[in-house]
Structure formats: structure tokens, C-alpha cells
């Protein structure tokens, strides 16, 4: 039953363990409390969970920040609930990938604590360190503002380390051989559980050399082929995903070759504000222009798309001036905090702010690669714009109408691991209430990971931009099997049309000119495609088709 090629018509779903569901009534959510969301996972169509780290760490950024690879923090569980998790999912037909935090640890992990107090010993060479502070010039922190260099004093050993985000995370240094046979046995440490995968976070950055802005070198690489030379013979199915916030010409290098494959997913980040942006621009341009920037990809791999993720939107990949317009839409104190476009905190059930979840989730659906859902997506949940950092988006996950909406026990609300969202309107935002209408936005999503499901063209066929006679209309094709339109073959057509109003439009498929279509949506028929390839449409504000 194992399909090597699985994660290509997978569905992932991001659940931050710690504002999932908590089981022991203390205000953080656990292991168990995920095992016991397992039955509703599996019954929305979710085929993978990711699940950001759990290890211990003093959290001072969302546990991004470990001070011990191989244990679970307490908080969160035991070891032995790890097993039984991957057990459960296991059971009931859903895989597990973990986050792996390579690039830094804590400034408390033992190997730093090691390595400041002991410059001659095991550890003395674990981390970059140097006399001054001129070392790689020309670098950036990458998106801390409270951070001014790379470089940060330690006055215990009396050197500056080098770090790429928060100076309480110093980056390990892969010159040296027994940071990467350290590294390989933890990714061993966690393969062994029976995990499917790990995302490996930060990927970028992981090298350092003289003279380069130390993003996407070619050391990087050959570290990130180790890994996974190492996972195939070991653990051979075990897939890598690559977090790498990046262009896609610099990200498809982490896909490697055939001969040093890296990745078998890599995100793919500058396509989902250019979603919400198309929407509020009510154009299909800025899609298409990413899409027509985004090159081929080997054949043994995959891009992972979504619509938010644990670290809200960023605006690093985005030109000039879809920047400016960008900015022109929020307040300032909303700037860089709420996705954009689609604010869901303000309205979520009204049918505009509806639509354009619904549009934003064809599209996550049809473009190339394998969604990922972020925990929330399903009922509209939003966020918290008003919290600090990324918090926002981090927000206890709202399950029932009993209290704290069902996420924990606890009778202290201060004891949450964060506040849940107070914006009136939110009090029926709950998978109870949304479970219990046929119309809500859980069931769309559950109705249209099915047709997703039923159709295995969207997750492993090829993909082409079509020509449409207004810009206002994204259309594009996903085909198997042979030449589009050859016997046998299936192909899809995905229309959407990201105005507010209606639209008639002409596409032009030519190899399929004569066939007959049908919407899978509605399973209505559609008018033919012309002798001359064109077919006519008329789509609603915000509709979309997806076209057999
Ligand atoms: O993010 C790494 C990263 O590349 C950032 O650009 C990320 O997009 C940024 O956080 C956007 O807000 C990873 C984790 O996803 C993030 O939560 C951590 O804070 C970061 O590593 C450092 O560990």
C-alpha cells in the first residue's frame, strides 16, 4: 500500500500543537489532545499533518528556538504520546511530517552552553565564531527588526557568534564534520518514530562563505543532498520539504538532480499573496506572473502551496510596486500583520468575504503542487491582527461553543497559551456550529478536498497557463496520460475569474477543440469546445470552474 508517490495528491495540514487541542486542561495543547482530533483530520480529507516543533526550547520564537533535538517538551507530551500519535495517524490512513530546525539552535541548548565555555573542546567548533564582527559582509537578518547584525557578542567566551535571526538562536556550523554527523543522527533520532517527512526550516541559510550574500550556496546544497542521501538509504520514503522563502528560480534548486535529489517538496511562497492580491486587484495578472516565473521542476519532485501558515504573510516576496498598492489598502499599524486581501477577522461569514475563501481555495487546490491547510483554514477562522509578532495567527483553534470554545479546560483564561480571538462575530466561528451547517465554509472545504481527491490529475499532472480574453480570468489546464485531450488522458480546465462581477470570456484550448465538458463542481454540462479550440463562458463575480 505504499505509494512512493503519495504526497503528490495529498492534502497537508499544519497543526500548531500548542494552540490545537489541549487535553490536560492547563491552557496548552498537547499531543494527546491532537490525537484525539485525529477522527476530524481524517473525515475533512486531510492526508498529512505537519507539525511545527515540539521539542523543549525556552519559546522565545514559537519553539523555533530548541534547546534539545531528541526529546518532546513536556508541555506537550511525552515520547511515548509522540508514538502512539504517529500510530493513530498511521491507523486511520494519515501521515506525520515534522519540523526540523537545522540552521540554529537555542542559545540554551547544551551544545551552545558547551561551545561558549569550552572553546577547546567537542563543541568548541559547533557554532561560527569569530574575534570581530566584519565577517560576511553584505548579509541581512533575515525579517527580526529588532535584530542590527549578524554578528552577536558573547561575553562569556569573549567572541561574536554569527546568527541569521534572533541572537538566541546562533546558527550551527556546517564546516564542521561533527555538526553534520550531529545533525544526521537526529534526523535518524525522529525517522525511527515511523514519521513520513520532515519540513526543513530555513534552508537557505544553513552555509556561510566569504564574499556571497550566504543565501542558497552551493555547500548549503551539498548538506541538504546528505540528508536526504542519508534518508534514502535508512529510511528510503521518508520525504523532505523544503521551507526556503526564496524566488522560485533560487528555490527549485532545492529539489537537487536526480543523481542528488534534496527535496521531494519545496514551498512555494510568492504565489500566495499574489492570491490575495489578484483578489483585491480583481486580476489574474499578478498570478500569471508568477506562474510565468516559476521554471520546471525535476521529475521526483512537488511545490507545496497554502494560503497562511504559522508565520502570517510576509511581504519579502513581492515586487515594488505590488508593495505600494498593498500598502495602500491597510492602515498603518495593519501593515505587515493581516493576510492580505482577505480579511476575515472584519466579516467571515458574510458572502463577499465567503466568495473570496472560496476562490482563494479553488485556486490553492488547481495551481501546481500539494496544498497545505493551516489549522483554522477550514471554518474561516482568521486572526488576531492585534497580538504581538506572529501571534496573530497563532490563536487557540476554536472547536465548540463551551469554554475557551472548546480548545482547553483550563479556567484561567491568562493561562491559554495565547487569547483567543475576541472580534464580535467570532463566537459561532466553531468547527460544532460550522459542522452543523450544510452551507458553511468546513463543508465547501471538506466538498472540495473530495473533488481534489477525486481527481488525481490536480496533484500529479502536468500544468499550462492558458490564454484568456480578459485579464480579469485565470485559466489554466492540469493534464496526465498523454497529450491533452488524447484518449485515455485526463484533463481538467480551471477558469476562475478573480473580479467581483460577472464575466464572459473566451479561452482557447485548441487540442481539445470538438470534446464536450462537464463542471465537476456541479457536474452540469458545459457547452462544447469550439471547432476552432475557443470556448465560451460566462462566470459570476469571484466564480470559478474546474472544466473535465
Ligand atoms: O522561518 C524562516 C524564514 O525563512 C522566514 O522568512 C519566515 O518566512 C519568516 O518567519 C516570516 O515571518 C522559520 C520559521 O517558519 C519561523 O517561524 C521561525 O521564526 C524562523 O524559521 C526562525 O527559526
Redesign the pocket.
Known amino acids: 500500500d505504499a505509494d512512493p508517490d503519495w504526497f503528490r495528491t495529498a492534502v497537508f495540514y499544519e497543526a500548531l500543537l500548542r494552540s490545537f487541542a489541549d487535553s490536560d486542561g492547563d491552557g496548552v495543547g498537547d499531543i494527546p489532545g491532537l490525537i484525539t482530533r485525529l477522527d476530524y483530520l481524517a473525515w475533512l480529507g486531510v492526508d498529512c499533518i505537519w507539525i ?1 516543533p515540539f521539542y523543549p526550547s525556552p519559546m522565545r ?2 519553539g ?2 530548541i534547546s534539545d533535538y531528541t526529546a518532546i517538551d513536556p508541555r506537550y507530551g511525552t515520547m511515548e504520546d509522540f508514538r502512539e500519535l504517529v500510530h493513530q495517524a498511521h491507523q486511520r490512513g494519515m501521515r506525520i511530517v515534522i519540523d526540523m ?1 537545522l ?2 539552535t537555542s542559545d540554551a541548548h547544551p551544545w551552545f552552553q558547551a561551545s561558549r565555555s569550552d572553546p577547546e573542546g567537542p563543541y568548541g567548533d559547533f557554532y561560527v565564531w569569530r574575534d570581530d564582527d566584519s565577517g560576511y559582509p553584505g548579509t541581512r537578518v ?2 527580526v527588526d529588532t535584530e542590527e547584525s549578524n554578528w552577536a557578542y558573547d561575553v562569556e567566551r569573549g567572541q561574536f557568534y554569527w546568527h ?3 541572537s538566541h ?1 546562533p546558527d550551527l556550523n556546517y564546516d564542521n564534520p561533527a555538526v553534520v554527523e550531529a545533525v544526521h543522527d537526529v534526523v535518524r533520532f525522529w525517522a525511527r518514530t515511523g514519521v513520513d517527512g520532515f519540513r526543513l ?2 534552508i ?2 544553513l552555509a556561510e562563505a566569504e564574499g556571497t550574500n550566504c543565501e542558497n550556496l552551493p555547500a548549503t546544497h551539498s548538506i541538504i543532498a546528505g540528508i536526504r542521501a542519508m534518508l534514502d538509504r535508512e529510511f528510503p520514503g521518508t520525504i523532505t520539504i523544503a ?3 526564496q524566488w522560485p528560480h533560487e528555490v527549485v534548486e532545492y529539489f537537487g538532480t536526480a543523481e542528488a535529489p534534496e527535496c521531494t517538496m519545496c514551498f512555494h ?1 510568492p504565489v500566495m499573496p499574489r492570491i490575495y492580491y489578484a483578489l483585491r486587484a480583481g486580476s489574474a495578472e499578478a498570478i500569471r506572473w508568477v506562474l510565468e516565473r516559476t521554471p520546471d521542476i525535476p521529475a521526483h519532485g512537488q511545490w507545496g502551496t497554502f494560503l497562511r ?4 504573510l ?1 511581504l ?1 516576496m513581492v515586487t515594488e510596486e505590488e508593495r505600494a498598492h498593498m500598502y495602500a489598502w491597510y492602515a498603518p499599524e495593519e501593515r505587515m500583520r493581516a493576510n492580505i486581501g482577505i480579511r476575515r477577522r472584519l466579516a467571515p461569514l458574510l458572502d463577499a468575504s465567503r466568495a473570496e475563501t472560496e476562490l482563494a481555495l479553488a485556486l490553492l487546490l488547481s495551481l501546481p503542487g500539494s496544498p497545505c491547510l493551516y489549522y483554522g483554514d477550514e471554518i474561516g477562522m482568521g486572526e488576531n491582527i492585534w497580538l504581538e509578532d ?1 501571534d496573530a495567527v497563532r490563536t487557540p483553534m476554536q472547536w465548540d461553543d463551551s469554554p475557551n470554545m472548546g480548545f482547553s479546560t483550563v479556567v484561567d483564561p491568562g493561562a491559554l497559551t495565547l487569547p483567543l480571538i475576541q472580534t464580535p462575530g467570532y463566537a459561532h466561528l466553531t468547527v460544532a456550529t460550522e459542522m452543523g451547517r450544510p452551507d458553511s465554509l468546513l463543508h465547501f472545504t471538506r466538498r472540495i478536498l473530495r473533488l481534489r481527491r477525486a481527481h488525481p490529475v490536480l496533484g500529479r499532472g502536468g500544468f499550462a497557463l492558458r490564454e484568456a480574453s480578459d485579464p480579469a480570468i485565470l485559466v489554466h489546464t492540469r493534464s496526465e496520460g498523454g497529450a491533452p485531450g488524447d484518449e485515455g488522458g485526463a484533463t481538467l480546465i480551471c477558469v476562475a475569474n478573480l473580479a467581483a462581477t460577472p464575466r464572459a470570456v473566451s479561452i482557447s484550448v485548441p487540442e481539445l477543440a470538438g470534446r464536450a465538458t462537464r463542471d465537476v463542481f456541479g457536474g452540469r454540462p458545459f457547452p462544447s469546445v469550439g471547432a476552432d479550440g475557443s470556448l465560451r463562458l460566462t462566470l459570476g463575480g469571484l466564480g470559478y470552474y474546474w472544466l473535465e
Open positions: 511545527p520564537d514559537g523555533y528556538d530546525v540552521n540554529h533575515i525579517f541569521r535571526f534572533f538562536q526550516d530555513a537557505p541559510y521551507e526556503a522563502n511562497f501558515n504559522h508565520d502570517e510576509t519579502e506572529r
